[in-house]
């Protein structure tokens, strides 16, 4: 009976064979897999309960993981939740947003950055600590932001982005009404299931990042675009003369185009400067009827219209020009920033830093280091062109109207005593029953600039007669000009 | 005559102390895992090492003891592989319940395992020293055979059976729980082994050729057939299907060792696809299996009513411990319904990683090799049945609960051999390697001299047997 013993141990060594070559492909070749997959709730409690580096503003931590004695070991605590949450997200037992989701390789410590420190952790058997993250923000910059928004009401709809020109380094980033990441981290998941089902059904949507999110028509603001590409086009200077007035007939319709309180601009013929002042309708719908939805839309672009520029946050909302053939009527609305146009508080900012900037574009960015738990720089962001948009001297000429609206125009609210500051205010039409969105894009000092800003309000509790680009917003982007500039 | 001169040429040694060296490793793994749980979860050695890790000692010991002196040619791995794998299991157990005492969930499984090894200790002592010679037990082969299908019909009776996770397989009697499945397993491979050693030749050679096979007279497989069925229909009707498929290959491979005729395999492999099929398309649960078995993923989630959830959560268990594992505390094995018992695999491969996983089934290869070595060098018959059916149905459950555990196979609910929490399985394993090492000390041990009573080689034959029992007594 041995020959069949013996074809028996082979069967047998085959089936033990096939056990440990299947072990094998299931911890070795498809962990990699297994562990990516969603549902996964180890990875999740794993990274949970890990300590996680630290979200760094200035020398201060926004977000840092500190000991806890219940079932996971570290409790992640935000230290200015509201005005930080924009940009930190929140890191949750079921997900993450922001800077949380974004840098989740860094914080949690799997990143290969840090691979020195996780052998160094391992040999010497101490539990491995994720990396820091250094932000690009200006505390104080964005507090002025914060509480510029929050002076406004209770339930202002708002958001605002400063940009320092010459880098593209995000220096402030807030939106409004915030939300309270603390609640969203806490070990208790049912009152996070709660909270979180509280906020993301409130109408008021706490949890959109409005300065990256939210895309709205630009109005007044999207004037910089269309004389930018009138000046680029060599066929107008500054003080070129162009058309006021206080109707301007649309090809192919029967209706005119009007200026915002229905009254003239100042004259039948006015100059380039003088229709960016007052924000003139006629003279910008004119102007967009002569350059043509192609060019406004070439400019657009080279500004960041249509395009994906910033990697440090997501979702990042992409900013349109309506494409494709647009009709004349449309073309003249497209050009004061109206039909179809719709931007986010940071394309608006990127339009102001370009300028500032000599008509180079910068890439934006938020992360400016990534440190190890020691606190070594293990990299740091360079900034990068995004495009050239418009030459220097466009630049120039229209940086120089750009003062002559905070100074002449309406944008004096924006004025900051003994330092010359760019801007332009913008009111655009949503629905007729609706209160108008107010913007406002400017950067200072006009000569030597260090910050560019937008301001949206979306909505708040200001009565309709008073909602304007230069009264809600302008205010707001002068604290965080002056709050960049005082330092 | 020549053969058997050449046999008494080659004596075993006795490798004792070979054993007990490696069960001094044994040792260390079962008392060094329990420390290591200790240090993993709660921070510090546990207050009871030298308690427990003397009791395991003393159990050990006291078994290897008994092997010196009433099974001195066993086999010397055995004891130790089997000692090592129940020191992890209790470890693993132990981790376990530290969790689920976390969680405020019932705990204590590895209290109650520890008195169940005790139990199949004292059974493997009383095993060892109350057979002498594992020939006895071919008297008791229909016993054998109507016991186990006595044992397996009691879970259906009213009243004292069960229904667990939809197997109808455990008997309740006042406080105590039994699987009487586990028991039934060693009583029909003596019931095999004792039919078929008496009529392999029967069976073998008379009868029809049909196409390639030789049909065996009914009246020979009659019987064996018999008793397979009615087990095989109990098992169905408890919905146990690890067990069905461990007996068919059972029977299988008994049939095919003692009439040494390959066509078992290709009529057995042939029946079982059938019948696996048929399953497949008939049985409502094993069609749900066969599903979550192809597509484990996709039944996780709650919409499909988290059919796959414990299979999927014990493969995220195990591609989380990767290659060296997470260590013990370091991962979440309680996440998967029944961690200690049948998947008790996921635990090892969660914490103590692949590294872990392969050693855990290469101590299962060297039981099974060991078992078919004892039964290659046996030198009867029934022995060699017994020791192959002992070592199939070890290397099967083996294979099947691993394979299901880490989805090579559709999943059915087997015990993982002196890993799983359950005192069934435990004693009835115990007795199993008991058995096996009976069966080595038989077949190892010298051939008595018989060359010097030259002038009475009449009687040869017949002193041969008595003189061999007295010599030992």
Same mark, same amino acid.
């Given at each position: 009976?041995?020959?069949?013993?013996?074809?028996?141990?082979?069967?047998?060594?085959?089936?033990?064979?096939?056990?440990?070559?299947?072990?094998?492909?299931?911890?070795?070749?498809?962990?990699?897999?297994?562990?990516?997959?969603?549902?996964?709730?180890?990875?999740?409690?794993?990274?949970?309960?890990?300590?996680?580096?630290?979200?760094?503003?200035?020398?201060?931590?926004?977000?840092?993981?500190?000991?806890?004695?219940?079932?996971?070991?570290?409790?992640?605590?935000?230290?200015?939740?509201?005005?930080?949450?924009?940009?930190?997200?929140?890191?949750?037992?079921?997900?993450?947003?922001?800077?949380?989701?974004?840098?989740?390789?860094?914080?949690?410590?799997?990143?290969?950055?840090?691979?020195?420190?996780?052998?160094?952790?391992?040999?010497?058997?101490?539990?491995?600590?994720?990396?820091?993250?250094?932000? *690009?923000?200006?505390?104080?910059?964005?507090?002025?932001?914060?509480?510029?928004?929050?002076?406004?009401?209770?339930?202002?709809?708002?958001?605002?982005?400063?940009?320092?020109?010459?880098?593209?380094?995000?220096?402030?980033?807030?939106?409004?009404?915030?939300?309270?990441?603390?609640?969203?981290?806490?070990?208790?998941?049912?009152?996070?299931?709660?909270?979180?089902?509280?906020?993301?059904?409130?109408?008021?949507?706490?949890?959109?990042?409005?300065?990256?999110?939210?895309?709205?028509?630009?109005?007044?603001?999207?004037?910089?675009?269309?004389?930018?590409?009138?000046?680029?086009?060599?066929?107008?200077?500054?003080?070129?003369?162009?058309?006021?007035?206080?109707?301007?007939?649309?090809?192919?319709? *029967?209706?005119?185009?009007?200026?915002?309180?229905?009254?003239?601009?100042?004259?039948?013929?006015?100059?380039?400067?003088?229709?960016?002042?007052?924000?003139?309708?006629? *003279?910008?719908?004119?102007?967009?009827?002569?350059?043509?939805?192609?060019?406004?839309?070439?400019?657009?672009?080279?500004?960041?219209?249509?395009?994906?520029?910033?990697?440090?946050?997501?979702?990042?909302?992409?900013?349109?020009?309506?494409?494709?053939?647009?009709?004349?009527?449309?073309?003249?609305?497209?050009?004061?920033?109206?039909?179809?146009?719709?931007?986010?508080?940071?394309?608006?900012?990127?339009?102001?830093?370009?300028?500032?900037?000599?008509?180079?574009?910068?890439?934006?960015?938020?992360?400016?280091?990534?440190?190890?738990?020691?606190?070594?720089?293990?990299?740091?962001?360079?900034?990068?062109?995004?495009?050239?948009?418009?030459?220097?001297?466009?630049?120039?000429?229209?940086?120089?109207?750009?003062?002559?609206?905070?100074?002449?125009?309406?944008?004096?609210?924006?004025?900051?005593?003994?330092?010359?500051?760019?801007?332009?205010?913008?009111?655009?039409?949503?629905?007729?029953?609706?209160?108008?969105?107010?913007?406002?894009?400017?950067?200072?000092?006009?000569?030597?600039?260090?910050?560019?800003?937008?301001?949206?309000?979306?909505?708040?509790?200001?009565?309709?007669?008073?909602?304007?680009?230069?009264?809600?917003?302008?205010?707001?982007?002068?604290?965080?000009?002056?709050?960049?500039?005082?330092? | 005559?020549?053969?058997?001169?050449?046999?008494?040429?080659?004596?075993?040694?006795?490798?004792?102390?070979?054993?007990?060296?490696?069960?001094?490793?044994?040792?260390?793994?079962?008392?060094?895992?329990?420390?290591?749980?200790?240090?993993?979860?709660?921070?510090?050695?546990?207050?009871?090492?030298?308690?427990?890790?003397?009791?395991?000692?003393?159990?050990?010991?006291?078994?290897?003891?008994?092997?010196?002196?009433?099974?001195?040619?066993?086999?010397?791995?055995?004891?130790?592989?089997?000692?090592?794998?129940?020191?992890?299991?209790?470890?693993?157990?132990?981790?376990?319940?530290?969790?689920?005492?976390?969680?405020? #969930?019932?705990?204590?499984?590895?209290?109650?395992?520890?008195?169940?090894?005790?139990?199949?200790?004292?059974?493997?002592?009383?095993?060892?020293?109350?057979?002498?010679?594992?020939?006895?037990?071919?008297?008791?082969?229909?016993?054998?055979?109507?016991?186990?299908?006595?044992?397996? /019909?009691?879970?259906?009776?009213?009243?004292?059976?069960?229904?667990?996770?939809?197997?109808?397989?455990?008997?309740?009697?006042?406080?105590?729980?039994?699987?009487?499945?586990?028991?039934?397993?060693?009583?029909?491979?003596?019931?095999?082994?004792?039919?078929?050693?008496?009529?392999?030749?029967?069976?073998?050679?008379?009868?029809?050729?049909?196409?390639?096979?030789? /049909?065996?007279?009914?009246?020979?497989?009659?019987?064996?057939?018999?008793?397979?069925?009615?087990?095989?229909?109990?098992?169905?009707?408890?919905?146990?299907?690890?067990?069905?498929?461990?007996?068919?290959?059972?029977?299988?491979?008994?049939?095919?060792?003692?009439?040494?005729?390959?066509?078992?395999?290709?009529?057995?492999?042939?029946?079982?696809?059938?019948?696996?099929?048929?399953?497949? #398309?008939?049985?409502?649960?094993?069609?749900?299996?066969?599903?979550?078995?192809?597509?484990?993923?996709?039944?996780?989630?709650? #919409?499909?009513?988290?059919?796959?959830?414990?299979?999927?959560?014990?493969?995220?268990?195990?591609?989380?411990?990767? /290659?060296?594992?997470?260590?013990?505390?370091?991962?979440?094995?309680?996440?998967?319904?029944?961690?200690?018992?049948?998947?008790?695999?996921?635990?090892?491969?969660?914490?103590?990683?692949?590294?872990?996983?392969?050693?855990?089934?290469?101590?299962?290869?060297?039981?099974?090799?060991?078992?078919?070595?004892?039964?290659?060098?046996?030198?009867?018959?029934?022995?060699?049945?017994?020791?192959?059916?002992?070592?199939?149905?070890?290397?099967?459950?083996?294979?099947?609960?691993?394979?299901?555990?880490?989805?090579?196979?559709?999943?059915?609910?087997?015990?993982?051999?002196?890993?799983?929490?359950?005192?069934?399985?435990?004693?009835?394993?115990?007795?199993?390697?008991?058995?096996?090492?009976?069966?080595?000390?038989?077949?190892?041990?010298?051939?008595?001299?018989?060359?010097?009573?030259?002038?009475?080689?009449?009687?040869?034959?017949?002193?041969?047997?008595?003189?061999?029992?007295?010599?030992?007594?």
């Amino acid at each position: 009976m041995n020959k069949p013993i013996r074809t028996i141990s082979l069967f047998c060594l085959l089936l033990f064979l096939a056990l440990m070559v299947n072990a094998t492909y299931l911890q070795y070749y498809k962990a990699g897999d297994l562990n990516n997959d969603p549902r996964n709730r180890r990875v999740i409690e794993a990274s949970y309960s890990r300590e996680r580096g630290a979200i760094l503003v200035g020398r201060d931590p926004v977000a840092e993981s500190v000991k806890s004695d219940d079932q996971y070991k570290f409790q992640r605590t935000y230290a200015q939740p509201f005005k930080y949450a924009p940009i930190t997200g929140y890191f949750s037992y079921y997900s993450q947003t922001g800077i949380e989701q974004k840098q989740n390789d860094v914080l949690s410590g799997d990143d290969s950055l840090l691979f020195v420190t996780k052998l160094v952790d391992l040999l010497s058997n101490n539990a491995s600590k994720g990396g820091s993250v250094q932000l *690009t923000i200006n505390p104080d910059a964005q507090t002025a932001a914060y509480d510029g928004l929050t002076a406004l009401g209770a339930d202002v709809q708002g958001a605002v982005v400063a940009i320092e020109p010459s880098t593209g380094k995000i220096l402030a980033l807030a939106s409004t009404p915030s939300y309270d990441p603390n609640k969203l981290a806490s070990h208790d998941l049912t009152q996070v299931s709660q909270d979180y089902n509280r906020l993301n059904q409130d109408p008021r949507e706490p949890l959109q990042d409005r300065a990256i999110q939210t895309i709205l028509p630009p109005g007044s603001t999207f004037k910089l675009v269309t004389a930018a590409a009138a000046l680029e086009s060599g066929n107008f200077n500054p003080d070129s003369q162009v058309p006021g007035g206080t109707t301007l007939d649309l090809p192919q319709t *029967t209706h005119d185009l009007h200026n915002e309180n229905g009254s003239s601009c100042g004259g039948d013929r006015i100059t380039l400067t003088q229709a960016l002042d007052v924000s003139c309708n006629v *003279t910008f719908g004119w102007l967009g009827l002569q350059l043509g939805d192609d060019k406004l839309r070439d400019q657009a672009e080279k500004f960041g219209f249509g395009q994906h520029y910033l990697d440090d946050l997501s979702p990042q909302a992409i900013s349109r020009f309506p494409d494709g053939d647009v009709s004349p009527p449309n073309t003249a609305l497209s050009a004061i920033g109206q039909y179809d146009v719709a931007a986010t508080p940071l394309q608006m900012a990127l339009i102001s830093a370009g300028i500032a900037n000599g008509g180079t574009v910068m890439k934006p960015y938020l992360v400016d280091e990534v440190q190890s738990p020691e606190l070594d720089v293990l990299n740091k962001t360079e900034p990068s062109e995004f495009s050239q948009a418009i030459s220097s001297s466009t630049a120039r000429d229209l940086t120089t109207m750009m003062e002559s609206v905070v100074q002449n125009g309406t944008g004096t609210a924006a004025q900051i005593p003994g330092i010359p500051v760019a801007g332009k205010t913008g009111t655009a039409q949503s629905t007729p029953d609706r209160p108008p969105y107010a913007w406002f894009t400017s950067f200072a000092p006009a000569d030597d600039p260090q910050v560019a800003v937008a301001v949206l309000v979306q909505s708040s509790s200001t009565a309709r007669s008073e909602i304007a680009g230069g009264l809600l917003c302008a205010p707001i982007a002068k604290a965080v000009m002056e709050a960049v500039i005082n330092q | 005559m020549a053969q058997n001169g050449a046999l008494m040429g080659f004596v075993h040694r006795r490798r004792r102390g070979a054993e007990l060296f490696l069960l001094v490793l044994a040792l260390l793994v079962g008392i060094g895992a329990y420390a290591a749980v200790g240090i993993g979860v709660e921070g510090t050695i546990p207050a009871d090492i030298v308690g427990y890790g003397g009791w395991l000692a003393v159990l050990i010991i006291a078994a290897h003891v008994v092997v010196r002196m009433v099974a001195p040619y066993a086999d010397p791995v055995l004891l130790p592989v089997v000692a090592a794998l129940n020191g992890l299991g209790l470890a693993v157990i132990h981790r376990l319940d530290l969790a689920y005492e976390a969680d405020d #969930k019932a705990h204590g499984f590895a209290q109650q395992q520890l008195i169940w090894m005790t139990l199949g200790v004292v059974l493997f002592i009383v095993t060892l020293i109350g057979l002498r010679d594992h020939r006895v037990l071919q008297r008791f082969t229909y016993t054998s055979g109507l016991s186990a299908i006595v044992l397996l /019909l009691l879970p259906l009776l009213p009243g004292i059976g069960t229904t667990i996770n939809g197997a109808r397989i455990w008997i309740h009697l006042g406080p105590f729980s039994f699987q009487p499945g586990e028991v039934a397993k060693v009583l029909l491979v003596i019931a095999f082994a004792g039919y078929l050693v008496l009529h392999r030749d029967a069976l073998a050679l008379a009868g029809r050729r049909v196409v390639f096979v030789d /049909l065996p007279r009914g009246r020979d497989l009659g019987p064996i057939l018999g008793m397979w069925l009615v087990s095989l229909g109990i098992l169905v009707f408890e919905s146990d299907l690890g067990s069905s498929l461990l007996f068919f290959g059972l029977f299988l491979v008994a049939l095919y060792v003692s009439t040494e005729r390959p066509g078992w395999l290709v009529l057995g492999g042939g029946l079982f696809l059938v019948g696996a099929l048929a399953a497949y #398309k008939l049985v409502s649960h094993v069609a749900i299996r066969v599903d979550v078995w192809l597509n484990p993923l996709h039944y996780y989630d709650d #919409k499909f009513g988290a059919k796959s959830f414990q299979p999927v959560e014990g493969m995220f268990g195990m591609g989380w411990g990767g /290659l060296i594992g997470r260590g013990f505390g370091g991962g979440s094995p309680e996440r998967v319904p029944y961690a200690n018992s049948d998947f008790i695999m996921s635990s090892i491969g969660e914490e103590l990683g692949l590294t872990a996983v392969i050693a855990v089934i290469l101590c299962y290869g060297l039981i099974v090799e060991r078992a078919l070595r004892a039964a290659l060098v046996c030198r009867d018959g029934f022995g060699k049945l017994m020791a192959t059916g002992l070592g199939a149905v070890f290397a099967l459950q083996v294979f099947v609960v691993i394979g299901g555990v880490t989805s090579l196979i559709p999943l059915t609910g087997l015990t993982t051999p002196f890993l799983s929490y359950g005192g069934s399985s435990l004693v009835a394993n115990w007795v199993i390697i008991a058995l096996l090492l009976r069966i080595s000390d038989q077949a190892r041990r010298p051939i008595p001299d018989l060359s010097a009573p030259d002038d009475t080689a009449a009687d040869s034959e017949q002193t041969q047997v008595v003189k061999a029992v007295r010599s030992e007594s």
